[in-house]
């Protein structure tokens, strides 16, 4: 209409999805008097009178749902360098209780092309220049237990066989729900928040972004485990979570001759995060999530700090003599030591007081965090007439790894060594890191700065040099094409740790912990591309 033009869009969708499985097996009867199964078609089935029935099973697994939702959307331009869109939905899914399984969710954006107002002409830097932002709230209707495991029915638990009910003197086989049902479970919503810049400059060489995002989890769709409390399990809205931080990406396009182009891109990500609040259904230990030798190794997930940080004793040095323990504050009510162990900071007492003259559980604090400060990567491409050359680099910066391994898993005893226990503490003034080298010593197995390692590191991910054999000497041949290339991924990594990768995955609130994992191998290929 004019200057003005507008977009509209409206619709309806319905989603369905279905997994019906059955599955079987049996084994070959076996002894003296057994015939093998025969090889035909007419006997291959589960139950074909030549099985072992101790071997022979089936199972069955299903699931299924369903979502339903109206949504629409507008686009609106004025004199294409104004912009504004806004879209609406509503959503319902079997996942969740009827009182709550619809929910309407909605997005506003606006953005302004700045290149094409009057005051931008003439200026010969930008080719295009725009401002944009957004504001809108998505949802979740999936849940999954804390180590990963998809629930098929978040509203609808699944039977667990196993029990028996008494009544009179007869026991009955019995089946009870996995966790208590939730009449009250909504929807997982994340309010998210965005404003950005975008540009193209010097004859469109240089292409920028830059944004600024924050996003809010409302009603986080927690499983809480309470099986070690001797209580059923739930499923609820456990809370909420905030991310937020800045993107940047720019990329570089130079034809530097005819024969000869250069391409450079990078990116880089800052990310926080930041626990608002949690459930009171959530119990300590599900906040507090403990791995070997009873809570040596400790994640925590409160209120006010990151998701999963790492949580401990912040060690002083080592006891170098008898009179330096005497010296220092008391420790026996963790475990007994000696000189050669290592010695933790007297940090609060009870209720958050200051130091207290001793060492105990109260003396644990935030020692590290898993999530990086930053993340980067970028790439350099040059090709020559047929010849090409590619790197890509990709990096983590600010974020701290938990080692247990050669600290917390018996690393004391007569075994094999990691290198550095070559500098471990042996009499008084040799080490004041590296505790002393010994089975028994089991103070030393309480989760402190002593396992907390640098994560950041910086990996040559991937290098290509490749030729294309021009056409002209092809097209007497039939071939229209043909690419010879070598390729060699994670050439080479840049870390600070001990252990042989820096990264580490988990689940959603415990995470970054080396337990010996395994390295990333360097992956070198010779290639042969051929088009007919």
Do not use: C
Request: hydrophobic share 35%.
């Amino acid at each position: 209409f004019g200057d003005h033009s507008v977009t509209a869009t409206a619709g309806f969708t319905t989603y369905y999805f279905s997994n019906f499985n059955r599955t079987g097996k049996s084994s070959q009867a076996t002894g003296l008097t057994a015939l093998p199964i025969p090889d035909d078609s007419r006997f291959w089935y589960i139950t074909n009178g030549f099985q072992d029935p101790a071997t022979t099973s089936s199972s069955s697994s299903q699931s299924e749902y369903s979502t339903v939702s109206y949504l629409a959307r507008v686009l609106y331009n004025y004199k294409g360098k104004y912009f504004l869109n806004g879209s609406f939905r509503d959503d319902a899914s079997s996942r969740l209780p009827e009182a709550n399984r619809h929910q309407k969710f909605w997005a506003i954006g606006a953005a302004w092309e700045l290149g094409k107002e009057e005051f931008m002409q003439g200026q010969q830097i930008f080719d295009y220049l725009k401002l944009k932002g957004s504001v809108g709230v998505l949802g979740n209707q999936t849940a999954s237990r804390l180590d990963g495991t998809p629930l098929n029915y978040p509203f609808y638990p699944n039977l667990n066989t196993g029990s028996n009910a008494v009544f009179g003197t007869y026991v009955y086989t019995a089946a009870d729900p996995d966790y208590i049902p939730n009449t009250d479970l909504k929807w997982e919503t994340v309010a998210a928040q965005e404003v950005g810049i975008e540009l193209n400059a010097f004859d469109n060489r240089l292409h920028f972004e830059a944004n600024y995002f924050s996003k809010t989890t409302n009603d986080l769709m927690t499983f809480v485990d309470r099986s070690a409390l001797g209580l059923k399990n739930k499923l609820v809205n456990g809370g909420s979570l905030k991310n937020w931080g800045q993107e940047f990406s720019a990329t570089w396009n130079q034809r530097i001759t005819n024969d000869l182009a250069l391409n450079l891109s990078g990116n880089m990500t800052f990310l926080k995060n930041k626990v608002l609040s949690l459930s009171a259904d959530l119990p300590t230990g599900i906040l507090s999530r403990s791995f070997q030798n009873n809570g040596s190794a400790e994640s925590r997930t409160v209120p006010g700090y990151p998701i999963g940080f790492f949580y401990g004793y912040v060690v002083e040095g080592i006891y170098q003599s008898y009179a330096d323990i005497l010296n220092s504050p008391n420790a026996a009510s963790i475990g007994a030591y000696r000189p050669g162990d290592l010695k933790f900071k007297d940090i609060s007492g009870p209720e958050g007081k200051g130091p207290d003259g001793k060492i105990t559980a109260d003396d644990k604090t935030v020692i590290g965090n898993p999530t990086p400060k930053f993340t980067y990567g970028g790439s350099i491409n040059l090709s020559y007439k047929g010849l090409n050359v590619g790197v890509d680099v990709v990096g983590v910066h600010g974020n701290q790894v938990f080692r247990t391994w050669g600290s917390l898993e018996s690393p004391f005893q007569r075994v094999n060594y990691a290198g550095d226990k070559i500098d471990r503490w042996n009499g008084p003034g040799t080490s004041n890191w590296v505790p002393i080298i010994s089975q028994a010593d089991r103070f030393n197995y309480n989760g402190s700065t002593y396992n907390i390692e640098d994560g950041s590191y910086f990996r040559l991910r991937n290098i290509q040099l490749g030729y294309n054999i021009g056409n002209n000497l092809l097209s007497g041949v039939g071939i229209r094409s043909l690419r010879v290339f070598v390729n060699v991924q994670n050439a080479k990594t840049w870390k600070n740790n001990l252990g042989y990768t820096p990264e580490f995955a988990g689940d959603a609130t415990a995470f970054g912990y080396d337990n010996a994992g395994g390295a990333i191998p360097m992956v070198s290929t010779v290639g042969l591309n051929v088009t007919f």
